[in-house]
């Protein structure tokens, strides 16, 4: 099966800095990439995800990109706010557009940012 | 919406005992799952219905572990009997059928003493 790898496990920014956050994936049929967002007491959030037909995607301060050839992907998170303190999550899946698909998570990455 | 209900939110209980985990998906979501999370093995998925049909439940640790979805608005994940490594957070998560995201609930968190 999908086994998701993420590094690292803890990372410690100032406010106003970038954060980079990476993945790797072991099943090349992979195609779905989605980042998960997981404050204190609450269940994870979608955050941003991309599809494998598509290199990079940027939403205002938060964007991904994807490498196919090596299996992994990152997110990158600039201008740091306090309020991005959470644990992320990578995940992967096979997602054949409306069949069955199960994410595998990677171990998460708890972001504290430092005001 | 009220999003993903869960509950209870939290449950102690002794070992041996029966301890049933209740989850109400988004109206009109067709993909249901559910998850545990650990310190040591982060999100694991135990099973994940479509259209209240199990599709794969490779993930439920044991026999002691089953889950049920008698209709599209209610799953309950029970756990007979329950042991202390049992202890974790049990997430329920909704889906459309040909959507992507996955909604959490805000998880129940199982103390088994």
């Known amino acids: 099966g999908e086994n998701v790898e993420q590094h690292p496990s803890t990372l410690s920014v100032q406010e106003g800095d970038s954060a980079v956050i990476k993945c790797t994936y072991s099943?090349?049929?992979?195609?779905?990439f989605p980042w998960y967002k997981q404050e204190l007491g609450k269940g994870p959030q979608l955050i941003i995800d991309i599809r494998s037909n598509v290199g990079e995607k940027k939403d205002q301060r938060i964007a991904v990109t994807l490498n196919k050839t090596a299996k992994h992907f990152s997110l990158h998170i600039t201008e740091t706010q306090p309020e991005d303190s959470a644990v992320y999550f990578c995940a992967a899946s096979i997602n054949s557009g409306g069949s069955n698909y199960k994410l595998t998570f990677g171990k998460g990455t708890l972001l504290t940012v430092n005001p | 919406d009220a999003g993903v209900i869960q509950s209870p939110r939290h449950e102690v209980t002794e070992m041996g005992q029966e301890v049933t985990l209740r989850c109400k998906p988004i109206?009109?979501?067709?993909?249901l799952f559910w998850y545990r999370q650990t310190m040591m093995r982060g999100l694991e998925l135990l099973i994940y219905f479509n259209n209240n049909v199990p599709i794969d439940d490779s993930g439920m640790p044991e026999d002691r572990f089953s889950a049920k979805m008698p209709n599209a608005s209610f799953s309950t994940l029970k756990i007979q009997p329950s042991e202390p490594r049992d202890s974790a957070v049990y997430f329920c998560?909704?889906?459309?059928?040909?959507?992507?995201?996955?909604?959490f609930g805000q998880g129940t968190r199982l103390t088994v003493v």
């Open positions: 998560a909704s889906s459309l059928l040909s959507g992507r995201e996955a909604f």
């Open positions: 099943d090349s049929a992979s195609n779905y």
């Open positions: 109206s009109g979501h067709n993909s």
